[in-house]
């Protein structure tokens, strides 16, 4: 025990998510990166601070964690960041309406969302009438839900929205009664199931094909600094390398601990799970699924955009060749 809480210390101090962060190291460029909370699916972010490999690549990597996609996406478009983990519908409705995002890469695969709903609540037909906690009421898995929720007969106006935040927010939401139901990833689902909170399917029991969150950039940003983005996706596939080599699994359990509230058994299911998969990829018969739900939601009439007007993987093949030669 005081050697895993050793390690646990030490990865805790590697992991700080601030501006300040330590000084730039020689010839080091820097990239902004915003995120929306904190979860498995960033935990090759995790990896690449703890084990220095942005730094290998020249790069330092400001991290902001901003509790909302909406303020992140705006920001994002505003230029206070550079680099944004997203989902895909914020990209597509956003170059809709005039911006230059664009996505580059996966980030990671569709997450087991489970519909967390307080306790009394046994169907579907339970939550008529109640507060629905989600980040944007109108984007990410929002979406999915408006539909799961039309497909189990809940007409809009049978139910609120309630557009608390990212994941804690949304736990802390339902803890306090303040919601009776919203989409959430572990640990927060588990940890409201041990309070008696009951569960009403997942996401990928209903969307078994929708992909996972994405990161984005805005071509202006991407065309002037090529270099910075292909050293960030290096950075990032060698954590996902990194995270997938058996060898590395006790450390890398380690730095999972020291940022998420996860039991050491969840966190070992946690790192078998992302061993077993392959490096989350975004196709172009993937983007045209959140095309689809975005113009069902938004009530859009015009032609549907082509896949490549909202992402850009030309900088994802460099990185990769770059790595493969």
């Given at each position: ?130 507060h ?8 990410g ?88 983005l292909?050293?960030?996706i ?6 996902y ?54 113009w ?30």
């Amino acid at each position: 025990m005081p050697l895993r809480r050793g390690l646990v210390s030490f990865f805790h101090r590697c992991l700080q998510f601030s501006r300040a962060g330590s000084a730039p190291q020689p010839n080091s460029r820097t990239v902004r990166l915003a995120i929306i909370s904190e979860g498995v699916n960033t935990w090759p972010l995790y990896v690449a601070q703890a084990t220095r490999l942005f730094r290998q690549e020249g790069l330092e990597v400001e991290i902001t964690l901003t509790g909302s996609s909406t303020k992140q996406l705006d920001q994002l478009k505003a230029g206070d960041y550079d680099i944004g983990f997203q989902q895909s519908d914020h990209v597509v409705r956003s170059v809709e309406e005039g911006s230059d995002l664009l996505i580059f890469m996966a980030l990671a695969h569709a997450p087991e969302l489970s519909l967390v709903v307080a306790p009394g609540v046994r169907s579907f037909a339970d939550l008529k009438g109640k507060h629905i906690a989600v980040d944007g009421a109108r984007t990410g898995y929002a979406l999915l839900l408006r539909k799961l929720l039309a497909d189990k007969g809940l007409k809009e106006g049978d139910h609120d929205f309630r557009e608390i935040g990212g994941s804690r927010e949304r736990f802390a939401a339902l803890k306090n009664g303040l919601a009776s139901g919203s989409l959430l990833n572990p640990p927060f689902d588990r940890n409201l199931f041990a309070l008696g909170f009951g569960r009403l399917g997942a996401t990928s029991e209903y969307f078994p094909t929708y992909p996972g969150s994405i990161a984005a950039a805005r071509r202006a940003w991407a065309q002037q600094h090529r270099h910075e983005l292909i050293a960030f996706i290096r950075g990032f596939n060698a954590a996902y390398a990194w995270l997938q080599d058996d060898r590395n699994k006790r450390e890398a359990i380690a730095i999972l601990l020291a940022r998420l509230n996860l039991d050491p058994p969840e966190a070992e299911r946690a790192f078998e799970n992302v061993a077993r998969r392959p490096r989350p990829v975004i196709r172009p018969e993937d983007l045209r699924q959140v095309i689809d739900i975005v113009w069902e939601a938004e009530g859009l009439t015009g032609p549907k955009g082509a896949p490549e007007k909202y992402m850009d993987l030309s900088y994802l093949r460099m990185a990769m060749q770059q790595q493969q030669g």
